[in-house]
C-alpha cells in the first residue's frame, strides 16, 4: 500500500478534551464568535487586508485537523489560508427592523465549527463585523486579543514582534503534564474528589445520559447598581475578590439545592498565567475543580474565606490541571456546574475615522449542564446563565437566576449568617409554600369522640344494617348493644380512657364488636393479627403492658399472657350478654387514645403509634364528606385491621348510615374479588397498588363496571400503569391516591386522578385534607420551592402523640413547628422524599432510606424504579442493592409485565441505556409473574428471590467458548459477572458488566493472557469474547500496518523551540 503521512503537532489537553466531546455526541455547539459593530468612514478593502494580515500571523487561524485510519487523536495541521473568504452582505435598502432581523439570521448561519467572517453593511457609515471561530481555535481572551489586532493593524499600528505560536504552547503543556517539575501541581489536582461529579443534578432536570446532544442556551439577568456596590464594599472589607463571592453564592446555592455534601464547580482560568501568553490566540482556558466541604454551621464569611483560599490555589496549578489525571468515569468527563467571571475594561476601540464597538460575544469550549458567567465592565455586572436546553427549560433557569439572586443579596446584607439561613425563596413563594398551599382550616366535631358520633348515628338509623360477615348482619342497634355489653364488661375490668387493649382477633363481627366495645369503655385498641409470628405477638403484649386482651379460643396457641386478662370473645360471650344494653359513661377527652398501631421500626423492633380520638374523627369527618360515603351502599373490607389504611373501609360508614361487609381471611384478596362480583354501588373500596393490580387480573370488563364508586389507593407509590385499566374499562370510578403515614392517621394528603386523563410516571400524592399542613423542608428545615425535593413534615390535628415507650425517637420524629405561632404544635419528620409541583400537589420521589451508595455515587432507587416503570411492557419494578457477599454490590431490578406483553433483558437494558447514567443500570433482572407481598398488601423487598446464575435471556444465540483463549477469557468474565456460562457473541456490557468490573477483568487478563498489549480502552471496543480474541490475534497484523503507515511530526523550527525555550525559563523563574 502507500505510505500516508500527516505533517502535524499534537493537540494540547484542552483541544484534546474538546476533540473527545465533539465526537462524542457530534455536537456542533462548541463555536466562538464576536460581531463587533463599526461605524464611521470604514475602508472595507483595508478592514479586509488587516483581517487576512492577523490570519496569517496567527497559525491557529489557519490550522485544520487532520487523522489517518487507526488514530482516535488528530493532529493540528497548518495550512495555506490566503484564499481566506471574507463575505459582504448589503442590508442598506431595507428598514433598521429588518436590519436586525438579517443579521440575527447571518449569525445563526455562522454558527458552525469553522473560521468563517461576514461583514453586514447597513449604512455608508454603519457595519457589523460578524467572525466565527472553532472553539478549538480561541477562548474568550482570544476574541478579545483578535479584535485589538484587527483594529491595530487596520490603522497601521501592528507590531512586528513575532507572537508566541499555539504549536508551540500546546507542545509545552504535553510536557509539562508529564514533567517532574509538575509532580506537585498533578499531585494537587489527583487529591480532588471530583468522580462523583456526573451524579450531580439540579431540581427539575431531566433524566438523560451524557451523551445526548449538548444545546447550550443563555438567560441574562442584570445585577442592580446598589447590589453592585455593596458586593464591592463587602469584598473590601472580607480582603477577596468579587469572583470569589459570587463562586461562594454558586456554591452555596447549589449545595442548598442539591445536599451534596462535596460540591465540586469547573471555574474558568484563561491559561495565560505568563506575561508571553497574554496576548495569544488559541485555546488556553480549561475549567479546573473548585471544591468546597461545605457544613450546616458555616458562616456565609468562612465559607468565602475558604473558596478564596481554593480559587487562588487553582490559578496556581491551572496549568498541571488535565482529565487524563482521573480515571473511573464512564463517559468523556465535564463539569455539570461551572462559573466564569469575565472583566471587560473597555469595549469601544477609537481610530481617527472608526470606532469598533463589541456587541456580542460568545464560547462555548466545554460542556456543562448549567454555566453561571458574570461579565464585569466598569459600572455594571451582567450574569449570563449558559444551560443545556435539553436538561432544562427556560423556566427553569430563570428560577434559579431568581433564587440566586435572592440568596446574594441576603449573604451581602448579612455575610455573618449561616449558611442554611440565607435567603434563596422571595417572600412571595415563602408566602404560596407555607400558607396558600395549607388554607386548610374546616370545621369539624373537634369535641366529640368517634364512639359518640357513632352513637348519634344509631339514634338516627337504628335500623339500618351496620354489619355483614358471611351469613350473619347485625342492625346499628343491634351492633350498638353488644358494643355495649362489651364496654360495661371492660369497665368492671379497670379499662379507661388512655388503657391499653388487645385485639387478636380473626376478620368477623367480633373484631367489630371489640373495637366499639373498647373505645365506647373508653380504652383505647391495639391491634394484634392473628397471623404476626409468635415473637411480635409476644413484644407488642409486653410493650404495651395491656391489661386486657380480646381474642378466641383457638387463637391463644403459644401465646404467655401472664398478668393479662384474657377474654375470649367465642366461648365468653354468654358471660359479656348479661351486661346492660345501654350506653356507658366513660370521661373519655379527645386527646386521649383511641388505638395503638403497632409498625415496623428501624431497630428491627415494632414501634407502637399512638393515635388520639381528635385525630381520627378529623379524618373521618373529612372523609366522610370527601368521599361521599353516604351516596354508596357502604364499604367491604379485606384488610387487616392492624393496617391503618383498614379504617377508612371499616369506621367512615358507621358515621352515616351504611354497611360494612368484612370478608372472610381465608382466601385473601380473591374474597374481594368474589364481593365486588356480587356487589354493586359500594361507596369505595380502599386498597393498595399491589392489590388493584392483582383484582384487575381476576374480575373481567363486565364484572368491573358500576362496583364500587371509588377506588381509595394507599399504602405505598402508586404508579399510573396500575390505574390505567381502571380508567378505561371503568371510566365512572374515581380514583384517589391517598397517602398518610400511621403517625398521621390514616391519610394526610389525597389527589384525585382527573376523569379521562392518562399519564406515565408517579401519580402526585395531592394536596392536604381539612386541618393538615405539609411542609417540604431542607436538611436544616428550610422551605425548598416547587419542583425541589426535600423531605416531608406534616403539621395538624392528625398527628399521632408519639410512640409508646420511646421518648427519643418521639422527639427525633415528631419536632416543634417553627413555622407555628401556636405553643406547643408540632411536625412529625416523614423520611419521605417529595416535591410540590406548581399546582400545589405534592409528588412522592421515594424515601430517604432508598438512598444507597454503589460505585462511590449516591443513587435514589426510587428513581431507577421510575424509568424502568416507563417501558410499555413493564407493569410494575423493585430495585434493590444486594450484597449478597461482602463487597459484592448489585443492583438487581425485579419486574412484572403486562399480560399480553413480551420483553428481553436485551430490550429492557438497551432501553434503559437511554435514559439512565451508566452507574444507575441494574446488573440483573428478574421477571416475575408477581411480587411477594406483606399481609398489607406491600411489596415485600425482603422477600425477592436471589438471582441465579444463568445467562440472562439475550437476543444472540449462546456459542460454546472453543479455543483455549476464548475459555480463558471466558472464565475470568464468569467469575466477575456471577455466571454460570458465558457464550463468545455475549456482550460484556449487556450481561452486567461496568466500568469497574472491567477495570478488575482487564488486570486479571494481562497477567493470564502473558501481559499481552491490552489495555481498558480495547475491552471497551470489543467487547464480546470472540471481538476480543480476533483483536488479540491481529494485534501482530495491526504492528505491520501500523508501520506502513508513516505518522509523522513535524519538527519545530529553530525560531519555534526559541520561543519555547523561553516559556520553560518562565516556568523556572516562576517556579524559583
Known sequence: MNNQAIHGFQLSPQQKHLWLLQQENNSHAYYSFIAVEITGNLNIETLKDAIKTIVNKHQILSTNFRYLPGMNIPLQVIEDNSDLLIKEHDFTTITTAEQNHAIELLIESLKQNKLQISLAILSEYRYVLLLNLPALYADTTSLNNLLTEITRAYTGNLDDEEPVQYIVFSDWQNELLESEEAEIGRKYWREKDINHICNLKLPNENNLPNKTEFKPQICTQIIPSQIVAKIKAITENFNTTESSLLLTCWQTLLWRLTNASNMVIGTHCDGRPEAELQDMLGLLAKYVPVDCNFQGNFKFSEALEQITLKQNQAEEWQDCF????????????????????????????????????????????????????????????????????????????????????????????????????????????????????????????INKCFQQLFVEQVQRTPDNIAAVYENQKFTYQELNHRANQLAHYLQQLGVKPDVMVGICVERSLFMLIALLGILKAGGAYVPIDPNYPLERKTFILKDSQMPVLLTQQHLMADLVTNEIQVIYLDSDWETINQQKIDNPITTTMTLNLAYVIYTSGSTGKPKGTLIPHQGLVNYLSWATQKYTVEQGIGTVVHSPLGFDLTITSLLSPLLVGRTVELLSEEQGIETLSQALKKSSNLSLVKITPAHLD??????????????????????????????????????????????????TVVGCCIYQVPVGKHTSGSIPIGKPIANTQLYVLDQYLQPVTTNVTGELYIGGLGLARGYLNQPELTALKFIPNPFSKQQGDRLYKTGDLVRFLPSGDIEYIGRIDNQIKIRGFRVELGEIEGVINQHPSVSASVAILREDKPGNQNLIAYITLYPDKTLTISQLRRFLQNKLLDHMLPTAFMILEAFPLTSNGKVDRRALPMPDALRPELEVAYVVPQTEVEKTIASVWQKALNLEKIGIHDNFFEIG???????????????????????????????????????????????????ETDIQTEKISAGKAQQKKRLQKLKSVENN
Open 322 to 445: 488535565n482529565w487524563e489525571l482521573f480515571s473511573g468515569f464512564d463517559n468523556i468527563p465535564f463539569f455539570p456546574f461551572c462559573f466564569e467571571f469575565i472583566e471587560r475594561n473597555s469595549e469601544i476601540l477609537t481610530t481617527n475615522t472608526v470606532n469598533f464597538s463589541l456587541l456580542q460575544q460568545y464560547v462555548c469550549f466545554d460542556r456543562f449542564k448549567v454555566k453561571l458567567s458574570f461579565i464585569r465592565r466598569e459600572n455594571s455586572l451582567q450574569a449570563q446563565w449558559h444551560y443545556d436546553a435539553e436538561l432544562f427549560l427556560l423556566e427553569d433557569i430563570e428560577r434559579l437566576s431568581g433564587q440566586f439572586f435572592n440568596l446574594l443579596k441576603s449573604a451581602i446584607n448579612y455575610p455573618d449568617a449561616l449558611l442554611r439561613e440565607l435567603q434563596i425563596l422571595s417572600d412571595n413563594e415563602n408566602q404560596k409554600l407555607l400558607i396558600e398551599f395549607n388554607n386548610t382550616q374546616i370545621d369539624f366535631p
Open 694 to 743: 392483582l383484582l384487575k387480573q381476576q374480575l373481567s370488563k363486565e364484572e368491573i363496571a358500576n362496583k364500587t364508586r371509588a377506588f381509595i389507593i394507599g399504602g405505598e407509590n402508586l404508579l399510573a400503569q396500575s390505574i390505567t385499566f381502571w380508567q378505561d374499562v371503568a371510566p365512572d370510578t374515581i380514583l384517589v391516591n391517598e397517602y398518610g403515614p400511621t403517625e
Open 993 to 1043: 458488566g461496568h466500568s469497574l468490573l472491567l477495570v478488575t477483568v482487564h488486570s486479571q487478563l494481562q497477567e493470564i493472557l502473558n501481559n499481552a498489549e491490552l489495555s481498558t480502552l480495547d475491552l471497551f471496543r470489543y467487547p464480546t469474547i470472540n471481538s476480543l480474541v480476533e483483536y488479540l490475534s491481529s494485534s501482530a497484523n495491526q504492528t505491520l500496518s501500523l508501520q
